[in-house]
């Protein structure tokens, strides 16, 4: 399985922003899809989680502003965040847990930044 993040850039405080990540298998049927960030000397941080039967758990610290879809048709699971915050600067992961493996995407850095 390989996982290509894209969606990445510089945004200014209050903006929005769409992270994509596209699979090369079927999303729908991995066991989870999820989103992690990591800050610049910080630990890496779940974002959000998609699960297989369509349940969405966002981490506290975003809930509100980010939330997470699938596309059966384009292979892709999106992060969608809003109301953007100079702390959610970091590299975004997006990860697939597929037969009991988990594979991670490259990462894409988001700069929130006025």
């Known amino acids: 399985v390989q996982l290509q993040a894209s969606g990445g850039g510089l945004v200014q405080p209050g903006g929005s922003l769409r992270l994509s990540c596209a699979a090369s298998?079927?999303?729908?049927?991995?066991?989870?899809m999820a989103w992690y960030r990591r800050a610049p000397a910080k630990e890496r941080e779940l974002v959000g989680r998609l699960i297989g039967d369509g349940t969405i758990n966002i981490a506290d610290s975003v809930k509100g502003r980010f939330t997470i879809s699938r596309d059966g048709a384009k292979n892709t699971v999106a992060l969608q965040m809003s109301s953007l915050k100079v702390e959610d600067t970091a590299v975004y992961y997006c990860t697939m847990r597929y037969r009991g493996n988990v594979y991670w995407g490259q990462g894409t850095l988001v700069t929130v930044s006025s």
């Open positions: 298998g079927s999303v729908f049927d991995a066991e989870y």
